[in-house]
């Protein structure tokens, strides 16, 4: 299939992508184009080597390039063409896409419709205000340490210093290991460990000792890290080592989106969607980690295959485009709700999860929604804590569904 010849375009060939794709192949779509802007495959999963990814999607414990493979693997050629080293640069009305690749070169392409599935990035120390020297090396992110690693790239440090104690920055534990670093210490600018409890003592157990309610005050060395200076309740405190690897802070890569013209949420970072994945643009849907940061691959894969349905339903006349659904804001207790649209249900495509985004731990609180000065539905007391998955029930917004507004919020129970 020649690229002019696309009848959707997926933009980005990662776990949301790659199921969106095989969800609308399954529906008998053909002429499906999914492009990259890397040099293979496979999105993020690609580069991360540690068990435990796809689990929700396919019900394996698989690595993440096990994973990707299974996904492309199961995209049927007559339906499916994959190109990558091709960036899209904009999504114009109609929609219109501009790519530049590198066989490829400059095109705009004219499919019935897109699929936004870009995935997420890491701040990089800059924009985390980290003071301090500016080292020529041994200042990374998770992913650069992943990408290192995967691409047989020497890391050239010994004793390395992570920051941040989500899930990911456990995966570091293992990563570092394959790069020759042995991890001295954690740092995390919380209270508690972000990730489970299980990760925190597995962490302790191989000796690595997690500093809570601290932050990095200074980084010493000129050619190379040499040590940094951790701030923290028992004062400052020196720990030499020669990387430090800044781990989280994950926001949507949604450049795209924006250079678009696409409506982006303050909440999440990523396009305003509504349950069915429609953004604020005619015939452009998104799905996966784009829309908020950050879920799993096997639930990114879930929510691309969700959204690659509801295409299909879109372009076989089953699922309109309703201007009208109704905006879901977000009260005391949360950053963003995602969707941040309600439309009325009518045709036949499939809901996205309710995701929420804690800003407090609350031991006992409940899930609210109120429309038009009435609370709507109140959920059971549930303990509530940040950077944790939190969702709500689809039927907890059903009944918003042609309001005028919409809030979710937390309260104390
Ligand atoms: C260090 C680390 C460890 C992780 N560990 C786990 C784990 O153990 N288990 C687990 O389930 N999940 C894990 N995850 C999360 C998992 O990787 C993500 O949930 C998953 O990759 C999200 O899939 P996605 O398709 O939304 O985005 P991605 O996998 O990020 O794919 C997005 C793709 O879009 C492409 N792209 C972006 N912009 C453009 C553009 N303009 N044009 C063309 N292409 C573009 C990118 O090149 C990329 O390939 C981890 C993530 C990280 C960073």
Redesign the pocket.
Known sequence: MSPVDASIVV???????LAAAHALAQRGERRILV????DAPG???RF?H?A????EFTHRLET?PRFARRLLAALDPEAVTVIPR???LAVHPGPEVEILGAELGHQRLRPRAVVL????R?RPRSARLVPGRRPERGVLT??QL?QFVARGVAVGGRRAVVVGTE??AF?VLFTARRAGLAVVAMIGAEDRVMSYAGAAWAARLVGVPIHLDSSIEDIEGDARVEAVIVRGPGGPRRIACDTVVFCGDFIP?AP?VAASGIALDRGTAGPIVDQFGRTSAPGVFAA???LRA?????R?AIE?ARVGGNVGAYLGGRLGWDASATPIGVGSGLAYAMPQRWAAPGGSGEALAICLGALVDMPQARLCVRAEGATRWMGAPTRILRKRRLTLPPAALAAVAGARAAEISVEGA
Not at 52 to 55: I, N, R, S, T, V
Not at 117 to 120: D, F, H, N, Q, R
Not at 294 to 298: A, D, F, R
């Open positions: 933009v980005g060939a990662g776990p949301a992508g492009l990259d802007r890397d999105g993020l999963p991360c540690h435990g990814f796809g689990w993440g091709t960036t899209v599935a870009t995935g997420i890491e998770t992913g992943q899930h990911v995966s890569d795209l996966g980690n784009l950050v879920e799993s691959s096997g990114a691309g």
